[in-house]
């Protein structure tokens, strides 16, 4: 996960970023999936800000559930 330092150009939403990431490019293709994923379940009329908020509080929620589902896990298996 740790390799060099390059610059890509992410598209999300309406609006271009410019970054700059040490992910392999595979792992950045597909943390880029999920990010893009949420950004367009928000309907495209709604400001890209809002947009973006909306689809970090989506995956927010997500790691939460997904969190509280392990912990149970694991407290079954002890």
Request: hydrophobic fraction near 40%.
């Amino acid at each position: 996960m740790q390799g060099e330092v390059r610059r890509v150009n992410v598209l999300v939403g309406k609006k271009t970023y410019s970054i700059l990431t040490r992910l392999d490019e595979q792992k950045f293709k597909a943390v880029l999936s999920i990010v893009k994923e949420a950004v367009e379940s928000v309907e495209s009329s709604v400001d890209q800000e809002q947009r973006l908020l909306l689809g970090c509080l989506k995956m927010a929620y997500k790691i939460e559930e997904v969190t509280g589902k392990l912990e149970e896990a694991l407290k079954e298996r002890a």
